[in-house]
């Protein structure tokens, strides 16, 4: 949806909380395409639709036939997230995040790299992958330990734990915690402020910034896969 200078980009498969395959990945990829496309847009807020933001990827959508061969969980990543994170990290305008309820796995870490992140304080963070012998991808590997450090990156990565939207607050993985009720009308306001402050200086495009944060750590997610 777009209304003004503001497009709002919503992950929109509540019924499986918002999980991805690969349908929602061209959806989200030709909504990006405008985006870009659109000068008139100048700031993003990124949400789900219901009462999660995203779980993560459809285990469903990887379900094989007796002697088929396994997917190729490399080039899943290759294929879809590394370029929908590198996507979000390069776009020449902000990108806020308001993060409603659940963010698992890809859809934690799709959060982790947006401008700022606001959390809805029933929202909760976790990164599974332990629990299927991976590792985090979409960024995650890059983008933990440069949030929270060294130690808690590992703990959440080989634990598996849930965070709560105040606990990822207090340890610097999200900007602020909302009440529920208010997450999108300060998302929206948020944006906005962001907005005005990087139009004051064009000179250095947000492209090159988001370049660095993420061209290395992407590529470096190419073995693990979303719980």
């Given amino acids: 949806a777009k209304e003004g200078g503001l497009a709002t980009l919503t992950i929109n498969r509540p019924d499986k909380l918002n999980v991805f395959n690969e349908a929602m990945h061209r959806e989200l990829a030709r909504a990006l395409d405008r985006i870009e496309a659109d000068p008139a847009i100048r700031a993003v807020l990124l949400t789900g639709a219901g009462r999660g933001f995203c779980a993560g990827q459809d285990l469903g959508d990887r379900v094989i036939g007796e002697g088929d061969a396994p997917p190729d969980l490399g080039a899943t990543l290759d294929r879809w997230y ?44 976790t990164e599974p992958f332990c629990k299927l012998g991976l ?17 808690r990156a590992r703990g959440l990565a080989l634990l598996g734990e849930s965070l709560s939207a105040e606990q990822a607050e207090a340890w610097g993985l999200i900007w602020r915690v909302v009440d529920d009720e208010r997450l999108m009308s300060v998302g ?23 370049a660095r944060r993420v061209e290395a750590g992407a590529a470096r997610d190419g073995g693990g896969e979303t719980g």
Avoid: M
């Avoid at 590792?135 to 130690?151: E, F, K």
């Avoid at 948020?190 to 090159?208: G, K, L, N, Y």
């Fill in 135 to 151: 590792v985090p991808d979409a960024g995650g590997t890059y983008v933990l330990p440069r949030l929270v450090g060294s130690a």
């Fill in 188 to 210: 929206a306001v948020a944006t906005i402020v962001v907005d005005e402050h990087i139009s004051r200086d064009r000179e250095q495009p947000r492209s090159e910034a988001g």
């Fill in 82 to 125: 590394n370029p929908l994170v590198r996507r979000i990290c390069r776009l020449e305008r902000p990108v806020v995040c308001a993060v409603n309820g659940v963010a698992a796995g890809a859809g934690a870490n799709l959060a982790f790299n947006c401008d700022i992140v606001l959390a809805a304080r029933s929202a909760k963070f």
